[in-house]
């Protein structure tokens, strides 16, 4: 019995030198098109940003010296400072992000161990994505409404909550993000242990995740130092010197917003000089988040 091999089957076309000769130059070309405008386009956005910060540098050291950090704030021509706003923000960042974060950790933490494609788990998913998302004066308005308008005025307090309920959607999406890097084998392994589950949890799944944990918060807090919508309807400011979470106080982005737009050369250049407190302070935390998850990786 005979088989004859490569029975039924057609060999294509031929393949045409010119055409593909011609085909390979067109996609060079698109490639270089494309290459080009990237490049441009980086360019334009690094000169933009370069622009920025070059200005920022140039107007805010000009305004820089240590009495924007002995002094508070006065009226023009009094020569003040920026210790209250400074010593406020510094307030109420760090409560908001002292409540904020245990409460996004538990969250992504369920999210990730305890709720992997249940319907709860994907509606919570869901809110937290909408609250990320969610432009930073809704939330003020929120706060505003639950916690000044019923308590009869502004508060250090309204304002850590309203900075604590943006730093909760960024730590749940870390937490759930790193501990989803896991191996389920890890997990398997130590259950396998006779370990309990919020023991493999904290012990184990924490531990391995910590590093990325820590860089969701770090930018967090650079988020919420840069906040101005939210601490206008909850803390309002305070141009004397106060502590009292209870009663108005001063921050600096708010205090940049109200001296920024005055007619005042000293308020204005005090304003440059709190704008690149603040874009210093954001960029060491970013520097800082980087090399905590280049050190992980």
Same mark, same amino acid.
């Given at each position: ?43 334009? +956005?690094? &000169?933009? /940003? *370069?622009? !920025? ?5 140039? $107007?805010?050291? @000009?305004? %820089?010296?240590?009495? #924007? ?89 309204? +304002?850590? &909550?309203? /900075? *604590?309920? !943006? ?5 749940? $999406?870390?937490? @759930?993000? %790193?501990?989803?890097? #896991? ?91 709190? &704008?690149? /407190? ?20």
């Amino acid at each position: 019995m005979s088989i004859t091999i490569g029975a039924g089957i057609h060999p294509g076309p031929r393949k045409d030198l010119k055409v593909a000769a011609a085909l390979g130059r067109r996609r060079r070309r698109m490639d270089a098109i494309v290459r080009i405008l990237g490049l441009v386009a980086m360019l334009v +956005g690094l &000169a933009f /940003l *370069a622009s !920025i910060l070059l200005t920022l540098a140039y $107007r805010g050291s @000009e305004a %820089m010296g240590l009495s #924007i950090f002995t002094r508070v704030t006065a009226p023009p021509g009094s020569e003040g400072g920026l210790l209250n706003p400074i010593v406020g923000s510094l307030i109420q960042a760090a409560l908001g992000t002292a409540i904020g974060t245990p409460v996004g950790m538990l969250v992504g933490t369920y999210l990730a161990e305890y709720a992997r494609g249940s319907k709860f788990g994907n509606l919570v998913r869901f809110v937290s994505d909408i609250l990320l998302s969610a432009p930073s004066i809704l939330i003020g308005l929120f706060v505003y409404t639950i916690l000044v308008m019923p308590f009869g005025g502004f508060s250090g307090w309204a +304002g850590v &909550a309203a /900075l *604590a309920i !943006i730093v909760i959607p960024v730590v749940v $999406r870390t937490t @759930e993000d %790193m501990l989803s890097l #896991i191996p389920n084998t890890l997990r398997e392994a130590v259950i396998g242990l006779g370990a309990p589950k919020w023991k493999m949890i904290v012990f184990v799944c924490w531990k391995s995740a910590m590093s990325g944990i820590i860089t969701g918060i770090l930018l967090a807090v650079a988020r919420v130092a840069g906040e101005t919508a939210p601490l206008l309807f909850t803390s309002l400011g305070n141009n004397a010197w106060s502590v009292d979470l209870t009663k108005p106080m001063a921050s600096l982005p708010v205090t940049i917003y109200a001296y920024a737009g005055s007619p005042f050369e000293d308020w204005i250049g005090l304003a440059w000089a709190g &704008a690149l /407190l603040i874009t210093l302070g954001v960029l060491g935390l970013n520097i800082l988040a980087r090399s905590v998850l280049r050190g992980r990786k």
